[in-house]
């Protein structure tokens, strides 16, 4: 390039950027980079945002949710707790009913005509007079159970009046087979809806200081005579489901003189209640060997008659009921006793206990 002087020389020219610092230009440089290259990592690497810990809310007062009902149809039963049927099984069972039909006795099916009298039998369609013959009771209840025997029925006419007029058609009734008017009391009883049983006379230990009277069955008589007496104690009524005793303490330890009285049972289809009158008594394990129906006594509820004792056993046979499922009581008509199981057995629907006759309660 020329100047006016004539002689030559370089000029540098100015650009654009040269106005600027070169710190500027660096940053502006990096900027651009910048700008070109961060799409290229946001597709290659998506924005996640960032994972939060869930707060679990504060708790809060409200009432759990029911558990499902079980399927009745996987279970395999008829009706699950709470049903309808159920409810209505537990309504039947705690009416004081003494109008339930209670079956005809003696039933001509159930008979057998003998030389000396009528005796009861199995039918020959299989039906057994101690199923016949029992208080109805609707095993629909799923509550424990608990059944009453009074004994030392027949003999005091105050007494088995009371025990009628008081307790409750459901309370199992025991007459003292040797009563002169034995069989109108039995039939007294299921028309007032109770199911009985007759007390045989049986040898206690302290015999014969203690005698139960002149029909007792005796460790020291035959077999065969035991077994004519036993027939005789069967003709004096009709009616009732079984027997029992509430003297026989020594003649219940005896497995050789009881077995016999057994079969006879399992022959005429009836039920045996083993009154535990004596600790080591034979009758229960031996009537499970025959397959004889039989119900053992968990407790003597008047054995004490103090009106305390009479109530701690009572809340005894409660417990024992609510823990297995069933407890059978034992009592005398005597007035402390009606007064406090007449009290115990109204509170029984609100503790959720049935009340049960002895049939209801055969192993």
């Not at 990096?30 to 799409?39: D, E, K, S, T, W």
């Not at 945002?49 to 009745?72: S, T």
């Not at 006879?264 to 229960?284: E, N, Y």
């Amino acid at each position: 390039m020329s100047n006016p002087s004539g002689t030559s020389a370089y000029v540098r020219r100015e650009t654009f950027l040269a106005r600027y610092p070169r710190d500027w230009k660096l940053a502006i440089t990096f900027g651009i980079l910048v700008l070109l290259i961060a799409p290229w990592f946001l597709i290659k690497w998506p924005y996640e945002p960032p994972r939060v810990q869930q707060q679990v809310p504060m708790a809060v007062n409200k009432a759990p949710e029911k558990p499902l009902a079980p399927d009745n149809a996987m279970l395999g039963i008829e009706a699950a707790p709470g049903t309808s049927a159920e409810r209505e099984a537990i309504a039947a069972n705690d009416t004081d009913d003494r109008a339930a039909r209670m079956t005809h006795a003696p039933d001509p099916g159930l008979t057998e005509i003998t030389n000396v009298g009528e005796l009861p039998k199995t039918g020959e369609d299989g039906r057994q007079p101690w199923q016949v013959y029992s208080r109805p009771f609707n095993t629909l209840d799923r509550r424990p159970r608990v059944a009453i025997v009074v004994t030392d029925l027949g003999l005091s006419r105050v007494a088995s009046d009371a025990t009628l007029h008081r307790l409750p058609a459901a309370v199992t009734l025991a007459f003292d087979v040797q009563s002169p008017v034995v069989g109108a009391w039995l039939s007294r009883a299921r028309q007032d809806g109770h199911e009985t049983l007759l007390a045989l006379p049986m040898e206690p230990f302290d015999y014969p200081r203690s005698d139960p009277g002149p029909r007792s069955l005796l460790t020291n008589l035959p077999n065969t005579d035991n077994l004519q007496r036993l027939t005789w104690a069967l003709l004096q009524g009709a009616g009732y489901v079984g027997v029992t005793t509430v003297s026989g303490s020594r003649f219940t330890t005896d497995t050789t003189k009881i077995m016999p009285i057994l079969e006879t049972m399992k022959q005429r289809g009836l039920l045996v209640f083993d009154a535990r009158v004596a600790p080591h008594s034979v009758i229960k394990e031996t009537a499970k060997q025959l397959r004889v129906p039989v119900a053992a006594g968990t407790q003597q509820i008047d054995g004490n008659p103090s009106p305390e004792a009479i109530d701690t056993a009572l809340n005894q046979l409660e417990q024992t009921a609510r823990l297995s499922g069933r407890a059978i009581g034992i009592a005398s008509p005597l007035p402390v006793t009606l007064d406090h199981l007449e009290a115990w057995i109204k509170q029984l629907p609100s503790h959720g206990i049935a009340l049960a006759p002895l049939s209801a309660m055969v192993e």
